[in-house]
Every structure is written in C-alpha cells, then in structure tokens.
C-alpha cells in the first residue's frame, strides 16, 4: 500500500507560481512511476503531468505544456509539480498518484492505471 499526501496549494494571481509537493510513504521500497492530475468543479479529472519511476520520461499535458514542470527525488520519496504562469483556468483540486504497476518504465496518462491518490490540494488562480 503507498500512501500519498500533497502539500503547497493555495491561492495564487494569474501569471503568478507555486509549487505542489507529493510526500510518498508505505511501500516505498518498490517505485512506481507517478503523475499529477487535477479536477475542477464539474469537470472530470484531468491528466496535469507524469513521470516515470527513474524520473528520466517525463510526459504533460497539452493545457499545461511549457507552464509546469514535474519531478521526483526519490531518496525523498517525494514528487514535484512547478506551476508557472498560471491561468484563472488550472484553477482546481491537484491529487498526485501512484502508478498500480511497480517498476513500471513508462508513463501513462488515464486516471484508472493509477491506483494509489492523495487527498487533493487545492489551488486557485485569481485573474
């Protein structure tokens, strides 16, 4: 079982940055590539950003390609999102979650592949 917590949340004015942390505890002797998504009200949740188990594959989304960059420390147990220039619209709830395969060497992108999440930080954007 991996447990997952996201800190770094907030509210932030459009243009401006932050940055989410994803602490990663339980079964950490096994590595799991990971990613980021989010869900805005009534939306459905959105793939953000993943990286893979070594951190050398990264993969993003095309809403937020170029803005945010992801990245892990694995003698941390810990996952990184950078958010920068920041739209009212990446306004939303960010989980990080834990691939279900362990040493899994690629990225995947749809939400069910990931079987271990975190409770969700929330980030506003003000314009």
């Known amino acids: 079982q991996v447990h997952l917590a996201e800190f770094g949340g907030g509210l932030v004015q459009a243009g401006g940055s932050l940055r989410l942390s994803c602490t990663v505890s339980?079964?950490?002797?096994?590595?799991?590539?990971m990613a980021w998504f989010r869900q805005a009200p009534g939306a459905e949740r959105e793939f953000v950003a993943g990286?893979?188990?070594?951190?050398?594959?990264?993969y993003y989304g095309d809403s937020v390609k170029g803005r945010f960059t992801i990245s892990r420390d694995n003698a941390k147990n810990a996952m990184y999102l950078q958010m920068g220039s920041l739209k009212s619209e990446d306004t939303a709830v960010y989980y990080c979650?834990?691939?279900?395969?362990?040493?899994?060497?690629?990225?995947?992108?749809?939400?069910?592949?990931?079987?271990?999440w975190g409770q969700g930080t929330q980030v506003t954007v003000s314009s």
């Open positions: 979650a834990a691939d279900t395969r362990p040493w899994g060497l690629t990225v995947r992108v749809r939400s069910a592949d990931f079987g271990s």
């Open positions: 339980g079964r950490t002797s096994s590595r799991y590539a």
């Open positions: 990286i893979s188990l070594t951190g050398g594959t990264t």
